[in-house]
């Protein structure tokens, strides 16, 4: 039972809890508690020294931005402006409050301002579905589309689209680069003919890719009824981030070990199963790293994908609220920073937990 643990832990990336598992178990006690504390408690403990810092920081920043405040205006309006502005800062008016980096308690604030406000448009949406069912039952008869909810999207729901348009531009990344790859890395002659156009195509900017395909899908997609927002943030999204696994598919082919392919030349397999069998399973690490860096790199340029193209998603909360400037806008990109930042290492361990049941690799490898 406890190596059935300890391999669970391991395999689900919670190897901190190793130690306290043979704690329970009574082995070496002094030990594992000693590990246990290097592996759980220390990055509590960094948790902590962080908010901390974070709290100090945004502390400075308020009472400087305080005193900035204060005194533009004492010299622009005299000593009773300052005063009054100084009394209207410590009555909490939020009109008057300076506008810095937020403090932790702040963020958390927002948070759960920005889940209050979910809930409140989760329920107006349930009662435009009620209103509309009638309705809606009738045009599905008559073979009309349905009335749909046009309000604005919550949080929750810019999250949504977001790790929808990333999954559907990594899916089109994929499904380009690794057949791309597998022919490329087939072919010492094609390796060197395409690479000029992979080095010159791989840093290019995520706002050109963007530019480039909006001029596309404008001339061929002509439908009203069409997401054209969508199509070209996730068309973006996955030219931008097909790179890592086109050259890491190329290169996996490439130098998969020669008796492999001579053991496929003696038994005269085909093409196809030479590539399924032989090729693909040889090379798989390489390509499954090329993946993982892929959604990386989509999620990562996904929000300035969005906030250009004006897609409903993370992209446009954050830029939305930089324009809003209203006093709780900074905490509200922040909680969005904690958001995005959390759901990329979620999707990376995603990845690494699928590339552990696909290759029956037990061991840790991020």
Same mark, same amino acid.
């Given at each position: #039972?406890?190596?059935?643990?300890? *391999?669970?832990?391991?395999?689900?990336?919670?190897?901190?809890?190793?130690?306290?598992?043979? %704690?329970? !178990?009574?082995?070496?006690?002094?030990?594992?508690?000693?590990?246990?504390? $290097?592996?759980?408690?220390?990055?509590?403990?960094?948790? &902590? +020294?962080?908010?901390?810092?974070?709290?100090?920081?945004?502390?400075?920043?308020?009472?400087?931005?305080?005193?900035? $405040? /204060?005194?533009?205006?004492?010299?622009?309006?005299?000593?009773?402006?300052?005063?009054?502005?100084?009394?209207?800062?410590?009555?909490?008016?939020?009109?008057?409050?300076?506008?810095?980096?937020?403090?932790?308690?702040?963020?958390?604030?927002? !948070?759960?301002?920005?889940?209050?406000?979910?809930?409140?448009?989760?329920? *107006?949406?349930?009662?435009?579905?009620? *209103?509309?069912?009638? +309705?809606?039952?009738?045009?599905?008869?008559?073979?009309?589309?349905?009335?749909? !909810? @046009?309000?604005?999207?919550?949080?929750?729901?810019? /999250?949504?689209?977001?790790?929808?348009?990333?999954?559907?531009?990594?899916?089109?990344?994929?499904?380009?680069?690794?057949?791309?790859?597998?022919?490329?890395?087939?072919?010492?002659?094609?390796?060197?003919?395409?690479?000029?156009?992979?080095?010159?195509?791989?840093?290019?900017?995520?706002?050109?890719?963007?530019?480039?395909?909006? =001029?596309?899908?404008?001339? %061929?997609? @002509?439908?009203?009824?069409?997401?054209?927002?969508? =199509?070209?943030?996730?068309?973006?999204?996955?030219?931008?981030?097909?790179?890592?696994?086109?050259?890491?598919?190329?290169?996996?082919?490439?130098?998969?070990?020669?008796?492999? #392919?001579?053991?496929?030349?003696?038994?005269?397999?085909?093409?196809?199963?030479?590539?399924? *069998?032989?090729?693909?399973?040889?090379?798989?690490?390489?390509?499954?790293?090329?993946?993982?860096?892929?959604?990386?790199?989509?999620? #990562?340029?996904?929000?300035?994908?969005?906030? %250009?193209?004006?897609?409903?998603?993370?992209?446009?909360?954050?830029?939305?609220?930089?324009?809003?400037?209203?006093?709780?806008?900074?905490?509200?990109?922040?909680?969005? #920073?904690?958001? +995005?930042?959390?759901?990329?290492?979620?999707?990376?361990?995603?990845? &690494?937990?699928?590339?552990?049941?696909?290759?029956?690799?037990?061991?840790?490898?991020?």
């Amino acid at each position: #039972m406890k190596d059935k643990l300890i *391999k669970t832990f391991r395999f689900c990336g919670l190897g901190f809890l190793e130690p306290l598992v043979r %704690l329970a !178990y009574g082995e070496e006690p002094q030990k594992n508690l000693t590990n246990f504390v $290097k592996k759980a408690l220390f990055p509590i403990f960094s948790i &902590l +020294i962080f908010i901390a810092i974070w709290h100090s920081g945004a502390s400075y920043l308020y009472h400087k931005e305080e005193t900035r $405040k /204060i005194e533009k205006a004492r010299e622009d309006q005299g000593e009773e402006a300052a005063q009054a502005m100084k009394a209207c800062i410590d009555s909490g008016d939020v009109s008057c409050q300076p506008n810095t980096l937020p403090s932790p308690a702040q963020v958390w604030g927002a !948070y759960l301002s920005l889940l209050k406000d979910h809930r409140a448009i989760a329920q *107006k949406k349930d009662d435009f579905a009620k *209103k509309t069912e009638k +309705i809606n039952a009738k045009r599905a008869e008559q073979g009309k589309g349905a009335i749909a !909810y @046009t309000g604005r999207p919550s949080f929750v729901d810019q /999250i949504k689209t977001s790790i929808k348009t990333v999954f559907a531009g990594f899916l089109l990344a994929a499904f380009i680069a690794i057949p791309i790859g597998i022919i490329i890395g087939l072919s010492a002659t094609l390796r060197t003919s395409l690479n000029w156009l992979i080095q010159i195509f791989k840093p290019v900017s995520p706002v050109v890719w963007l530019l480039l395909v909006f =001029m596309i899908i404008k001339t %061929l997609v @002509t439908d009203p009824d069409l997401d054209k927002s969508f =199509m070209i943030s996730f068309i973006s999204v996955g030219l931008c981030a097909m790179w890592a696994t086109l050259v890491n598919t190329s290169m996996g082919v490439s130098t998969v070990d020669k008796d492999f #392919m001579n053991v496929s030349k003696v038994l005269r397999l085909s093409v196809g199963k030479n590539i399924f *069998k032989v090729i693909l399973p040889a090379s798989f690490p390489l390509i499954f790293t090329g993946l993982r860096i892929t959604l990386s790199v989509a999620w #990562m340029v996904l929000i300035a994908i969005e906030l %250009l193209a004006q897609s409903p998603g993370l992209g446009s909360f954050v830029w939305e609220e930089f324009q809003n400037g209203a006093n709780d806008s900074n905490a509200k990109i922040i909680v969005a #920073m904690f958001v +995005i930042g959390i759901i990329g290492f979620a999707l990376d361990r995603i990845m &690494l937990t699928i590339q552990k049941f696909m290759s029956f690799d037990k061991a840790e490898v991020a």
